[in-house]
């Protein structure tokens, strides 16, 4: 079914965009199907896209789900921050992290964080501690693999040992003149992408269609998390939720749906 034009819908110069885990899903698990039936009322208003951090499968997983196709559903789909871009279905140019980075720095990079992986205190340890995606890579002490559960086990314990913050400042340090920032997403994981490649970049990709108003809804708003830019850019109006529930709510008086 071929979407309708934007200039067809009653806010068709209206884009809403929406971070995924907390937002959209609970962190890492799939969509309700409340929430589905929320976002495709308002694409008969609005235009609308996510915004994740995570890769698109993973981002699939969450958002294809109860029979329906993420990309019937989304008039943009951006994942891993908007370096790997979709719009109605069709790939929007992407950029690479180990180009900017280069082979050699890279690999000096990933060295330094297994060392240092290898020997911090966590209260487990799984599997994929250095994930490799196109636009960033993604850290976790106790592995990517881990469940949701221990994921946040190891975020109370986090808080009190402060292990991301520790490390990022150690990163920091060694690679001062790299270009490169830091942002905690998940509960157990961070990110390392190029500076200015963090939500913001979404917003080169829709540019050129000059809309009035874009919103943006997202939980991690605060300095330091992966909402942060995106919520706080001038191009922007911004919304906090605590859950997907908030943002069900948030929508339905903001939207009239
Ligand atoms: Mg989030």
Redo the contacts with the bound molecule.
Sequence with gaps: MSPVPFADRPLGSTLVLF?????LTPTRQPAGTEILAVLKALREKAVIGFVGGSDLPKITEQLAVHGQNMYDNFDYCFAENGLVAYKWGEALEAQAFIRFLGEEKYKKLVKFLLHYLADVEVPVRRGTFVEFRTGMINVSPVGGNATPKERLNFEAYDKVHKVRETLIEALKNEFPDWGLTYSI?GPASFDIYPVGWDKTFALRHVEKENFVDIHFF???TYPGG??FQLFHHPRTIGHTVTSPEDTIGQLKALFDL
């Design positions: 971070d995924v885990d907390e937002t997403g997202g939980d991690r992966n909402d």
